[in-house]
């Protein structure tokens, strides 16, 4: 019931900024957390961040930490504002609606498409 649909991905030079957006619509999307994930090739979906929309705590993989931020600045988006980015970020980034905070992609029930970020050295 719930539609995810993520925007923002390019590319972007190593140092630089991107902000990635999510939209939710349908359902209750607002009873969800927002997690998103990455997945580069030839290795496995990784957990990036997630924010519960109503209160705003949020939490993050370690190798991000005072580098992304993810930020409920409406009442239907939410944004991966994403700083001092590394090659190593080179993913396909996904944004997904969940029960609960995870870092776990089995836990979380609704998926965007994807949107392609791509850091040049």
């Known amino acids: 019931q719930v539609q995810l649909v993520e925007s923002g991905g390019g590319l972007v030079q190593a140092g630089g900024s991107l902000r990635l957006s999510c939209v939710a619509s349908?359902?209750?999307?607002?009873?969800?957390?927002i997690g998103w994930f990455r997945q580069a090739p030839g290795k496995e979906r990784e957990f990036v961040a997630a924010?519960?929309?109503?209160?705003?705590?949020s939490k993050y993989e370690d190798s991000v930490k005072g580098r992304f931020t993810a930020l409920t600045d409406n009442a239907n988006t939410v944004y991966l504002q994403m700083n001092s980015l590394k090659p190593e970020d080179t993913a396909v980034y996904s944004c997904a609606a969940g029960s609960r905070i995870s870092t776990s992609d089995v836990d979380y029930e609704y998926w965007g498409q994807g949107t392609q970020v791509t850091v040049s050295s």
């Open positions: 349908g359902g209750t999307f607002r009873r969800y957390v």
């Open positions: 924010v519960v929309w109503f209160n705003g705590y």
